[in-house]
């Protein structure tokens, strides 16, 4: 007789050597059982927390009233939630660069907004994995490991940023990723 884990084990391997996404539907049966050595959180176990989300919702959120520009977020001091360290209305690309530290790793949501010639106003969500070469390895490995969780946690991004010094980052270098589509 199989037992519970090996069961869960075997569609957990399965669903994951085909795709990204592990999507189980199992029987009320197994989805009971309490199965320790099975997570189905991203490899460094790292959760995302509900201020995340809801920092991010506002942001999203348009209309007339005072409306978010950026979002930056950090792992928790213990290492074991992603919270939001900081958040702005600050228009100011400047701002936000400065708000990113030099020295370690972050990730970051900017409302990216700028004029196409003839065509208007675009705006576009980006996301930011800060990863500067003056980070700890360490740090770098968790991060890295993490990003996924909250990368997927928040729905709406359009693009995606990764950085490890400021001219990867600057202003002209991600409105030209944005802006052709290839970021």
């Known amino acids: 007789?199989?037992?519970?884990?090996?069961?869960?084990?075997?569609?957990?391997?399965?669903?994951t050597s085909r795709?990204?996404?592990?999507?189980?539907?199992?029987?009320?049966?197994?989805?009971?059982?309490?199965?320790?050595?099975l997570s189905l959180t991203q490899s460094s176990g790292v959760a995302?927390?509900?201020?995340?989300?809801?920092?991010f919702n506002q942001l999203k959120?348009?209309?007339?009233?005072?409306?978010?520009?950026?979002?930056?977020?950090?792992?928790?001091?213990?290492?074991?939630?992603?919270?939001?360290e900081k958040s702005s209305d600050s228009t100011s690309y400047?701002?936000?660069?400065a708000d990113l530290p030099a020295d370690t790793c972050r990730y970051a949501v900017y409302d990216l907004v700028w004029e196409k010639p003839g065509e208007g106003t675009r705006s576009k969500i980006c996301f930011y994995a800060w990863s500067p070469d003056e980070a700890k390895i360490k740090t770098k490995m968790l991060y890295a490991s993490s990003k996924d969780a909250l990368r997927?946690?928040?729905?709406?991004?359009?693009?995606?940023?990764?950085?490890t010094d400021h001219s990867e980052i600057a202003y002209a270098e991600v409105l030209d990723k944005v802006s052709r589509g290839t970021s």
């Open 94 to 97: 400047d701002d936000f660069i």
């Open 61 to 84: 959120m348009a209309g007339s009233g005072k409306k978010l520009k950026y979002i930056i977020f950090a792992l928790a001091p213990d290492n074991k939630e992603i919270v939001v």
């Open 19 to 37: 795709s990204r996404s592990v999507s189980l539907n199992l029987p009320s049966s197994l989805t009971q059982f309490n199965c320790p050595s």
């Open 152 to 163: 997927r946690a928040l729905v709406g991004i359009a693009s995606e940023i990764q950085g």
């Open 48 to 55: 995302v927390s509900e201020e995340c989300l809801t920092v």
């Open 1 to 15: 007789m199989v037992s519970h884990s090996r069961v869960l084990q075997r569609a957990f391997s399965v669903t």
